[in-house]
């Protein structure tokens, strides 16, 4: 089975600060890998995804994501943070197989500080 | 191009009562997916349409069921509300179905159904 794993539920930084949100997945099989953004009362935005070509995934918004096999990980980065990434951030795995099936993380809050 | 459409966007009902939920997908598109969306179990997948017919469906009890007409458009239905039901329900649409990687998905704003 797949799974997602987001640590902490909330992350705050300063405008202009590194954001870095965290996921490790868990897959027996190669993974698909996403980051969707949502803002209030809005439906899911996707971000970016991995899908086994470049480890380095670039995004919408500055956003960039790693993929690491060795540390079955994807984390979400943005060099500086601007007062607009305030949102909530959802990373997701699905595979082949699966169809349109996204398996999704409790999701992490990021607040940010002027 | 209009984007995902979801009616109603907030419903309340009652606890043993059934509730209908719409979505009407970007034009093209032929994939509709479910999610229901809560605070103690995050997003969940409910189950995906593609071309009339179900072709994923999640852990949910039977009570959860949808339906795709020729149009794409879908519904989805809850029958005998419980309190837990209560939560966003997304809906998703996608060019087509068959890898998640290939084909982009796009989020309706959701439902906010409450159950009293």
């Known amino acids: 089975a797949q799974s997602v794993t987001q640590l902490g539920s909330h992350v705050s930084v300063s405008e202009g600060a590194l954001v870095l949100l965290r996921c490790n997945y868990s897959s027996s099989v190669p993974p698909y890998l996403f980051w969707y953004v949502q803002y209030p009362n809005q439906g899911l935005q996707l971000l970016l995804k991995?899908?086994?070509?470049?480890?380095l995934v670039k995004g919408i918004n500055g956003f960039e994501a790693e993929f690491k096999k060795s540390e079955t990980s994807f984390h979400l980065t943005k060099p500086s943070a601007h007062m607009s990434d305030a949102a909530e951030y959802f990373c997701a795995v699905s595979f082949i197989g699966a169809n349109s099936k996204l398996t999704f993380g409790k999701g992490i809050t990021l607040s940010v500080r002027p | 191009k209009a984007g995902v459409t979801q009616t109603p966007r907030y419903l309340i009902k009652t606890r043993g009562q059934q509730v209908t939920l719409s979505c009407s997908p970007i034009s093209g598109h032929r994939s509709v997916s479910w999610y229901q969306q809560t605070p103690g179990q995050g997003l969940q997948f409910l189950f995906e349409?593609?071309?009339?017919?179900?072709?994923n469906k999640g852990n949910f009890p039977g009570r959860f069921s949808g339906r795709q007409f020729s149009n794409s458009r879908s519904e989805m239905n809850v029958s005998t509300l419980e309190l837990g039901d209560s939560a966003l329900y997304l809906c998703a649409s996608s060019l087509g179905t068959g890898s998640a990687s290939y084909y982009e998905q796009y989020f309706g704003p959701g439902t906010r159904l409450t159950v009293t």
């Open positions: 349409y593609f071309s009339e017919t179900q072709r």
């Open positions: 991995y899908t086994s070509a470049a480890t």
